[in-house]
């Protein structure tokens, strides 16, 4: 039994079958049961009628009033002397009737009630003239029993056709979408994310084809990232390959003079520096992806990875003339966090505002601490950002112009975007074309270990 349909067809069948079953056993018994205690009245008093007459009728009489009351009353009647012999009967000799001719005798008075499939009789004693009888009424309860039978027959197989028709109505409306769903998935898992499958109401079925159109967009929207980013990758790196093999081709003339040499050279180490920070970039963004990220929790001093980070892109700063504004307090700031993952944003964040700030320019790097959280905001007078860019910077391999592209690669931003979630904080960018940006980072504060038990559970939550 391989389909719902017919699981269901069979429990159907199954079901009725039992209950049918015991349901007819009860009711046969307790109608035969009743059907007979009312016969034993109906033929008791039929008794007292018969001795009644008898009291007053001659001898010679006896035989036609037992036949009328025995037509009327549509009863038979036998009558026999206590050794068995029959007086008057309308029915064969019964094989027990010494049995219970010596039953009644015992008992002196009153009835005996004697009962076969078909027949039940009741007998009784009585005396004329000094003479010992017995009296038997019987009556044929068979018809009575077989009308009713045929009566709850006929129910039952009206309730069973009935029945059947209902369920297998129910049955096509259960396992039609079932059906359609099983055939959307097949669809599904050859690739067509495009599937969906119709169906209206908020049943269990219901639900359930809601959530398999979600989960067929949900895969289609990560298939689509999926061939985005493999675009792009293949994109990032051809380029700098493209050139490097260009330029390698080129160094190969053994006439080339020695600047142009010395510039070619230097293309193809700026190209490969470029492809290497690209390859550790996407690595790193991988990591961060990935679900069993740890992260390295401890509380440590903001204002000094700050400082440390300042000093170390001051030297890249000098060479663009541009000047560092630092608003720190001096008293320290301690913040729970992953000291080495936190270090890379405010590096990414610092790089970016003097790579894109022009010669003279100038940044400055705020952080102050509210009661919630502590804000790191840096900002510079650079070359800014129209409102589109700003939506889009934190994409993978966005970057908004890639014509005038310093070297970038468009992930700076996402990692920076990926580290600061993983620290349950927030980044805004404000920005302003051919004015300048300010990048606002809010790190929620904890203290010690709170932080480090809320990473935990939400490694664990997946
Ligand atoms: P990239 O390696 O290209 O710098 P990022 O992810 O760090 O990649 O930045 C994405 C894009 O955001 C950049 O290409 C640039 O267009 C824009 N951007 C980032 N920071 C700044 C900034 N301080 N000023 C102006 N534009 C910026």
Redesign the pocket.
Known sequence: MKSIYGKLILGFLVSILISFSFAGYFVLKNNSEELSEFTRVELQDATRLILNQMTYVEDSQVGQVLTNISESLNVAILVSHDDSEIVYGQFKKPDKLDEAISNLKEKKEGYIDMRNSFFQTVGTHFEIDGTQYTLFVQKNISQQENIFKHSALLAVGFIFIVGSVVFLIIADIIVKPITRLTRATQELAKGNYKVSVNYVGNDEIGRLNKSFNLMAQQLGKTEQTRQQFISDVSHEFQTPLTSINGFATILKNEDLPPEQREKYTDIILFESRRLSQLSKNMLQLTLLDGEDITLNVENYSLTEQLYRVISSLEEFAKQKDIEIDVNIPKKDIMISGDQNRLEQVWI?LLN??I???NEGGYISVNLKRNSKDVEVMIS?T????DEE?QRH??ERF????KAR??????????I?KSIVDLHFGTIKVK?QKDV??E?YVNLPYERNNTLKEVFKSYRKEG
């Open positions: 990414n970016n505002a790579k894109y700030t510079d650079g070359i800014g950002m860019a910077i934190f966005y970057r908004e112009d592209s310093v070297g970038g690669n468009g992930l700076g931003l996402a920076v920005s300048g940006s990048f």
